[in-house]
């Protein structure tokens, strides 16, 4: 899939834009103060980058999933990653799932301060840029 096809460019475009908004959202839900939610986005942002790296590795439509681990294991990503990235994705991970379940609620957002969210905004970006130079010999180019 060096050049794909042209419904592959629009459904990889889609996912950047979205994963985009969530990064974005993230950003702009720490200034308000909600922590947990900013996150969440964190971790939707990254989800959408590993099924863009999906789409170009394995030339298929990416798993219906949302666990960060298994996604980047299927599309072969996970072990190119050294362990700051790992971390990153067993620290985001639950907060897809758990963050929705009001038990949960509670234990997440006691493991968060302002700080922390920053520091995984930045760690989150860094992944992000590290997977879109992954990506463009696989053929994408970012708009």
Do not use: C
């Not at 989800?47 to 990416?62: A, D, R």
């Not at 790992?86 to 929705?100: M, S």
Request: charged share 25%.
């Amino acid at each position: 899939m060096k050049n794909p096809t042209q419904e592959n460019k629009e459904l990889l475009d889609q996912w950047y834009k979205l994963s985009f908004n969530d990064f974005k959202a993230a950003k702009s839900l720490v200034k308000d103060g909600n922590l947990l939610l900013a996150v969440f986005h964190l971790q939707q942002s990254l989800e959408k980058f590993f099924k863009m790296y999906f789409i170009l590795s394995q030339k298929e439509q990416p798993p219906m999933i949302h666990n960060l681990l298994q996604i980047s294991i299927q599309a072969n990503i996970y072990e190119q990653m050294d362990d700051e990235k790992k971390d990153l994705i067993n620290t985001l991970n639950p907060f897809y799932i758990k963050a929705r379940y009001p038990t949960y609620k509670k234990s997440l957002e006691d493991s968060l301060d302002d700080v922390k969210v920053q520091y995984l905004i930045v760690q989150t970006n860094e992944v992000i840029e590290w997977l879109k130079l992954k990506m463009k010999p696989l053929g994408w180019q970012q708009n």
